[in-house]
């Protein structure tokens, strides 16, 4: 991987993973080779024998990943929920879990209908910190956290989780999803997570072209199992898509930041509006775990994720969606375009009911990811969107 000449993330992000060709390409060339050659019988030319195993975009990325994360170890796979997907398929059968309950809805049905066929079961708390200590049995093997939630935006002590965890002598994993805050807010190894996670469909790549996800641990032990499991499995991404994301993580510093100045000026105007019941952003100074913000995250920011609960109900949260005009409706986040969504009927559907108001997943919940456009615009496009809700 080499040794970056600085530690400030805006150099790590321009930096970090870069590989210079023979022919001293200043960006990275893209290698769709599917195969290498060999010098004699298992015996490779270079680094590479077959790109399921291991491809230069790929592992450049891989390696961009643990830079940011403070890790040794990254591994890249073919969308955040793959990643998911490959850390669960790591435990042994018989295996308990314990996630937090207000999770993206595609985590919650891998937990409850797909890791439960190959027997993972998972509890579900809504307040991790208070219920850990009693939920954990003897099979217990990971901890599942998303600091902030989607789409709540509710925020974990990592640091707390993981003493927590440490006391109980039980040999489980710590997993942050880190997805929401990117690498540039928070980096949960630091404060005891065994692995970090993002769907880098996100803020990584943060244009909106590529579904791809990653990891980073600083486990030889769970990089290696992590990496075979990559491996055997094949769910890995395709050299363009790595490339295409290794692309946008070099302006990752300056997205974040603009998005997250951005949320924090909307998430004020929406919490002094008479058409808003509540606001969920981890920068307003009234968010129950805003200490815990200025801890975990760079600067205090709170990141370019909003929701809010709309008046009006289901009906006051279509309108609002069909009246924006900067803002698009549809699901994901994390680009450089502002998009907003309706989780109870989008993202979040596949829940049932009372476990989605259980965890403030209410029909009249909007989720808004700020983009980069210009902040006034985006605030006129607010006001104008919640006036049209609040006509008959």
Known sequence: MGLLPSD??????????????????????????????QASPAVPVGAYEYSRSQNPNRKNLEDAIAVLENAKHGLAFSSGSATTAVILQSLPQGS???????????????????????GVETTFTNNLV??????????????????????????????????????????????VDNTFLSPYLSNPLNFGADIVIHSATKYINGHSDV?????????????????????????????????????????????V?????SAQEIAEFLVKSDKVISVNYP?????????????????????????FRIKGGADGAAK??????LFTLAESLGGIESLLEVPAVMTHGGIPKDQREASGVYDDLIRLSVGIEDTGDLLKDIEQALNAAATN
């Open 8 to 37: 400030q993330i805006s150099t790590k992000v321009v930096h970090a993973g870069e590989h210079v060709d023979i022919h001293g390409s200043v960006i990275e060339p893209i290698s769709l080779s599917t195969t290498f050659k």
């Open 96 to 118: 308990h879990a314990i996630s937090i309950g207000d999770v993206y809805g595609g985590t919650h049905r891998y937990f409850n209908n797909v890791a439960n066929a190959h």
């Open 130 to 175: 208070e219920d850990l200590p009693t939920l954990i049995r003897e099979n217990t093997k990971l901890v599942w956290i998303e600091s902030p939630t989607n789409p709540t935006l509710k925020v974990t002590d990592i640091q707390l989780v993981s003493q927590i965890i440490k006391s109980s002598n039980k040999d489980i994993i710590l997993v």
């Open 211 to 255: 579904v791809l996800g990653v990891l980073a641990t600083n486990s030889q032990v769970l990089y290696d199992k992590l990496q075979y499991l990559q491996n055997a499995i094949g769910a890995v991404p395709s050299p363009f898509d790595a490339w295409l994301t290794h692309r946008g993580l070099k302006t990752l510093h300056l997205r």
């Open 257 to 261: 930041r603009t998005a997250s100045n």
């Open 283 to 307: 920068g307003l100074s009234s968010h129950p775990n805003n200490d815990i913000v200025k801890k975990q995250h760079r600067d205090g920011l709170g990141g370019g994720m909003i929701s």
């Open 320 to 325: 609002f969606s069909a009246s924006t005009r």
